[in-house]
């Protein structure tokens, strides 16, 4: 069974970091693109950051570019987010996620959710 | 950004009728590969999202044959042919073609 568990999540002010982690299990980590997503209280999805198999490629969204980071570690099956900078419109439920495009394996962790407020 | 656009946005159906969610894209989803990577989601009451749909039509392991997905280049579709109790919740539309990747704004399913 595929797990994905987050944590690291909690209250910030504006202007500090947080670094997020997810443990994944279940499947096959080295073998995938892995992914963070967020979702603001109440609202829709969003798309934060891609990491390809070895970590040699990263994506962003254009609004996290230079303050998030997204990193991981294939022999403890781990996945990252840095988070620096963070601003009041950056509070909403983090979600990890494993994903391929083109074939069915899609799964979501439970999210964590980071509040920024002063 | 590519962006995505769902109607309607609220859709209240009866239990055992179908229901219809229509996604349209700024610019096509067509890859260069000739794939289309349009996906949809479901996200019940208090739940982690989950995907039933990939690349337009093809339903994730597990999931009803009662969903259903088509449509090609900006007009996509997802279908229920039955309504259960179950499907209540939010449905969103993704592209999975362009960085960044892109939601719809989400249609929320309620039972009449």
């Known amino acids: 069974e595929v797990q994905l568990v987050e944590s690291g999540g909690g209250l910030v002010q504006p202007g500090g970091s947080l670094r997020l982690s997810c443990a994944a299990s279940?499947?096959?980590?080295?073998?995938?693109?892995m992914s963070w997503a967020r979702q603001a209280p109440g609202k829709g999805l969003e798309w934060v950051a891609n990491?390809?198999?070895?970590?040699?490629?990263?994506q962003y969204v254009d609004s996290m570019r230079g303050r998030f980071t997204i990193s991981r570690d294939n022999p403890k099956n781990s996945l990252y987010l840095q988070m620096n900078s963070l601003r009041v419109d950056d509070t909403a439920v983090y979600y990890c996620?494993?994903?391929?495009?083109?074939?069915?394996?899609?799964?979501w962790g439970q999210g964590t959710l980071v509040t920024v407020s002063s | 950004d590519v962006v995505m656009t769902q109607s309607p946005l609220s859709l209240p159906v009866t239990l055992g009728q179908p229901a219809s969610i229509s996604c349209r894209s700024s610019?096509?989803?067509?890859?260069?590969?000739?794939?289309?990577?349009l996906s949809w989601f479901q996200q019940r009451p208090g739940q982690s999202p989950r995907r039933l749909i990939y690349?337009?039509?093809n339903r994730d392991s597990g999931v009803p044959d009662r969903f259903s997905g088509s449509g090609s280049g900006t007009d996509f579709t997802l279908n229920i042919s039955r309504v259960e109790a179950e499907d209540v919740g939010v449905y969103y539309c993704?592209?999975?073609?362009?960085?960044?990747?892109?939601f719809g704004q989400g249609t929320r399913l309620e039972i009449k």
């Open positions: 996620v494993t994903t391929s495009r083109g074939h069915s394996h899609d799964y």
């Open positions: 279940g499947f096959s980590f080295s073998n995938y693109w």
């Open positions: 990491i390809r198999q070895d970590g040699s490629e990263e």
């Open positions: 610019q096509s989803l067509l890859d260069s590969d000739g794939s289309t990577f």
């Open positions: 690349k337009v039509s």
């Open positions: 993704r592209q999975g073609t362009h960085w960044p990747w892109t």
